[in-house]
């Protein structure tokens, strides 16, 4: 058996999107015997909820939290300290900010971009205020106005975090440092019984290079950034011209 590992954004969909030529070659995939995972900074309800027909488990929160089913596969919540840290510089900087429970959010700072939030994240709860010392985090979102205001965020969590853009959306998920998608990786094929030969990775952003890093096979979009596309074992095509399936196809896997 082997395991792929597909980011969301830029990688497996566009929004919501699925091309044809993806979701046809992933069922040839499964349909083998093999095992697809979703690897996004997304939090579970976003990704189960528009994604769930496409994959065996997820790895959701940027690679703190990693399921199949209801079977905990491995799990990384944010320390209370940490969250409160984060918390106060978003404050100072006028940022909107969720926090990610495993079925809940918790929205604080600039109340503009609640709506923002509420209206993408496909939650059945999204609570107001965030309280560092009882919620059990794995990730966050943030929310800006401008590009000026998503640098000034990047540059002030630097030390702690990774901020990845969602595209045009004035919104980014963020790695806190520490954890990453490359660890769920490798804990996946861990718990699976999977060598990690035998499992690739598909990614576009920043956030994707820890899991083309870790996993035996890592495949660039050919819309990645330039950063990407230079730790990819493979550069494939574009996510509009095809680029799911000639991956897959490249290493005789669909």
């Not at 330039?226 to 011209?241: G, H, L, N, Q």
Request: aromatic letters at 10%.
């Amino acid at each position: 058996m082997s395991i792929a590992f597909f980011d969301i954004d830029g990688t497996l969909a566009t929004g919501t999107h699925v091309p044809a030529s993806a979701a046809a070659a992933i069922e040839r995939f499964r349909a083998d015997g093999n095992q697809v995972f979703i690897c996004t900074g997304r939090a579970r309800a976003y990704a189960e909820k528009n994604f769930g027909s496409y994959a065996d488990g997820f790895v959701c929160c940027n690679g703190r939290l990693a399921f199949r089913g209801e079977e905990h596969l491995y799990e990384v919540p944010l320390s209370s300290e940490v969250v409160a840290s984060i918390v106060a510089t978003l404050d100072e900087l006028d940022a909107g900010y969720c926090f990610f429970e495993e079925w809940r959010a918790h929205y604080g700072g600039n109340p503009v971009y609640r709506d923002i939030a509420e209206g993408v994240l496909g939650l059945d709860e999204l609570l107001d205020g965030v309280d560092a010392a009882t919620i059990q985090a794995y990730n966050f979102d943030v929310y800006f106005g401008d590009m000026a205001q998503r640098e000034r965020i990047a540059e002030a969590l630097a030390d702690s975090c990774l901020l990845n853009p969602h595209g045009p959306h004035p919104s980014a998920d963020m790695t806190v440092l520490g954890v990453d998608k490359g660890d769920a990786v490798r804990n996946v094929a861990a718990a699976l019984g999977v060598d990690l030969a035998d499992t690739y990775a598909f990614g576009d952003g920043i956030n994707d290079l820890c899991m083309l890093k870790a996993a035996g096979h890592g495949i660039a979009m050919g819309n990645a950034m330039d950063e990407v596309k230079a730790a990819a074992e493979f550069v494939t095509s574009d996510i509009d011209d095809d680029g799911v399936a000639r991956g897959l196809a490249h290493y005789g896997l669909a």
